[in-house]
């Protein structure tokens, strides 16, 4: 009925499901505070300067390029 074999198989696959899950929290809690981080932060968004360095630039009247400002509707 029961052997010593079941029982260890049903302990192992309970640690693996056990394991799984704390895994899966602790990414979903690092995804959650890398969110808060960049909320905090401003966002990626509204800001000239990228996470990769990139500097977006437009043209100006005068024929050449500066970097992007907020106010303006280019």
Do not use: C, H
């Not at 074999?5 to 602790?26: E, P």
Request: hydrophobic residues 40%.
């Amino acid at each position: 009925m029961f052997s010593l074999q079941k029982i260890l198989v049903l302990f192992a696959v309970l640690a693996a499901i056990w394991y799984g899950f704390k895994l899966v929290t602790r990414l979903d809690q690092a995804r959650k505070q890398k969110l808060k981080e960049t909320a905090r932060n401003g966002g990626s968004s509204g800001t000239a300067r990228n996470e990769d360095g990139v500097v977006d630039l437009v043209q100006n009247p005068d024929g050449t390029y500066g970097q992007k400002n907020k106010d303006r509707n280019a």
